[in-house]
């Protein structure tokens, strides 16, 4: 499915007041997160809160912990948005929130799967009982030095319409909307409808209320078995146990085997088989 993705064809589909309505499309990029940061950095260059980058293609997209993201020219939706949310530090991980409900019902108003969040920052769909990731978030910030969040970028790559035959191998195992239903997506439409449930999320935050309720009934990693891999003090720490719950942060509850409940602040976090 060819689309118009220029500036043109995208103003006329968004519905948000402000997110999006400084935008930049380039065929080609590195990384939207990372040209997004430099063109925010660059003080002769005003970029006011909702610019938004995409792309067709990256050429070195990256994920969490630095992990190269894939996707075929043209397939899938990869978009980067620069926020100023002046929020104090401890909410960042809002943004994941807030950020993986808007995809999640983005997706599953235009396609029907069930779409679900798994932690900390992948959007996944069930696909006979099994959950596969469509979807990866990234956001990288800067906080000021009263501890207020000056500046976020947040990275969005959804596999839209991606061949299963060049999807990317993976522990949790990647799907996109074309191969788990048999038909092709409007990027664009997608786009449009998933933006205004961002801004809606985004501004009901800034007035004070967490998107933490709504992102939790959303989260599939809850109730079930977890290996929990973990960076501690240099070394690489495994932690295997039930996922009990994520507290108001977003960080995720873990009761071991013994009994003993540990709160997960970042890691990588496998489903295991009951």
């Known amino acids: 499915m060819d689309e118009n993705l220029q500036a043109?064809?995208?103003?006329?589909?968004?519905?948000?007041?402000w997110l999006g309505r400084n935008y930049h499309y380039l065929a080609v990029v590195g990384s939207t997160n990372d040209l997004l940061k430099q063109w925010a950095a660059d003080k002769g260059r005003y970029m006011p809160p909702g610019t938004?980058?995409?792309t067709d293609y990256q050429t070195h997209g990256r994920g969490r912990l630095d992990r190269r993201w894939e996707a075929p020219p043209g397939g899938a939706l990869l978009f980067s948005v620069l926020?100023?949310?002046?929020?104090?530090?401890?909410?960042?991980?809002?943004i994941v929130m807030l950020a993986g409900l808007a995809v999640a019902e983005a997706i599953e108003a235009m396609t029907g799967l069930a779409t679900r969040l798994k932690?900390?920052?992948?959007?996944?769909?069930?696909?006979d009982g099994r959950w596969h990731k469509v979807c990866g978030l990234l956001v990288e910030g800067n906080v000021e030095p009263a501890d207020r969040?000056?500046?976020?970028?947040?990275?969005?790559?959804?596999?839209?319409?991606?061949?299963?035959?060049?999807?990317?191998a993976a522990v949790t195992p990647a799907t996109s909307l074309l191969a788990a239903t048999g038909k092709p997506f409007a990027r664009l439409a997608l786009l449009a409808d998933l933006?205004?449930?961002?801004?809606?999320?985004?501004?009901?935050?800034?007035?004070?209320?967490?998107?933490?309720?709504?992102?939790t009934a959303r989260l599939v990693t809850l109730g079930q078995p977890?290996?929990?891999?973990?960076?501690?003090?240099?070394?690489?720490?495994?932690?295997?146990?039930?996922?009990?719950?994520?507290?108001?942060?977003?960080?995720?509850?873990?009761?071991?085997?013994?009994?003993?409940?540990?709160?997960?602040?970042?890691?990588?976090?496998?489903?295991?088989?009951?």
Do not use: F, M
Not at 8 to 17: F, G
Not at 195 to 206: F, I, K, P
């Open 119 to 127: 932690w900390p920052n992948d959007v996944v769909v069930d696909l």
């Open 8 to 17: 043109t064809a995208v103003y006329a589909a968004l519905k948000t007041c």
């Open 195 to 215: 933006l205004e449930r961002l801004e809606q999320y985004y501004e009901a935050a800034t007035n004070g209320r967490s998107p933490q309720p709504a992102w």
């Open 83 to 94: 926020l100023r949310p002046q929020w104090p530090e401890e909410r960042l991980s809002w």
């Open 52 to 54: 938004l980058l995409l």
């Open 226 to 274: 977890v290996t929990v891999t973990r960076l501690d003090h240099g070394e690489t720490a495994v932690l295997e146990g039930i996922a009990e719950g994520a507290n108001g942060w977003g960080h995720l509850l873990v009761r071991d085997a013994s009994g003993g409940l540990h709160t997960v602040t970042a890691g990588d976090v496998t489903l295991r088989p009951r």
């Open 149 to 168: 969040l000056a500046q976020i970028v947040l990275g969005v790559g959804i596999n839209v319409n991606t061949p299963a035959d060049q999807l990317p």
